[in-house]
């Protein structure tokens, strides 16, 4: 079934470091892990188009998963995104990305996503590809993206 909205972007696996030292690790981040609970909890019909490493833990997809979004787009590959979050004394955070996936590509995205009404991209340093949503945006497809990684 074609899906209504397309989630193209990265799913991490994050540590986050407190200003008074205390560490929260495995999180779910990612603005593509976010917007597809979010919307398929709202309703859509949500594909979901990002790369993990072998090592992200299920029970860190399990809200994706529980929302019904449809993840034949999730790839797994040896190593995905790994990052952590330091939040400082001022509340100023930090962002390290430990490990990366390959980027995103359009062989990635299943041919059924390829027809959606909205396609969002949720970036982080210059993911997905520029070249890669002008492909995906047809005549008449909605654009959403999240700009922050641009």
């Not at 909205?5 to 603005?31: K, M, Q």
């Not at 100023?92 to 980027?103: A, I, V």
């Not at 070249?131 to 047809?138: N, S």
Request: hydrophobic share 40%.
């Amino acid at each position: 079934m074609k899906p209504d909205l397309v989630i193209f972007s990265h799913i991490l696996n994050e540590t986050i470091r407190f200003a008074d030292g205390r560490t929260l690790s495995p999180v779910l981040g990612g603005p593509g892990a976010y917007a597809s609970v979010a919307a398929a909890r709202l309703g859509a019909r949500v594909g979901l188009v990002a790369k993990i490493g072998q090592d992200m833990p299920n029970e860190l997809l399990q809200p994706i998963f529980q929302a019904g979004v449809d993840t034949t787009g999730l790839i797994v590959e040896p190593v995905g995104h790994k990052n952590m979050l330091i939040y400082n004394a001022n509340g100023h955070k930090t962002l390290q990305f430990l490990t990366r996936p390959s980027p995103l590509s359009l062989q990635d995205v299943p041919d059924v996503y390829r027809q959606a009404d909205i396609i969002y991209c949720g970036s982080g340093m210059w993911e997905p590809p520029l070249a890669v949503v002008r492909a995906l945006c047809r005549p008449g497809t909605k654009l959403a993206a999240d700009i922050g990684g641009y």
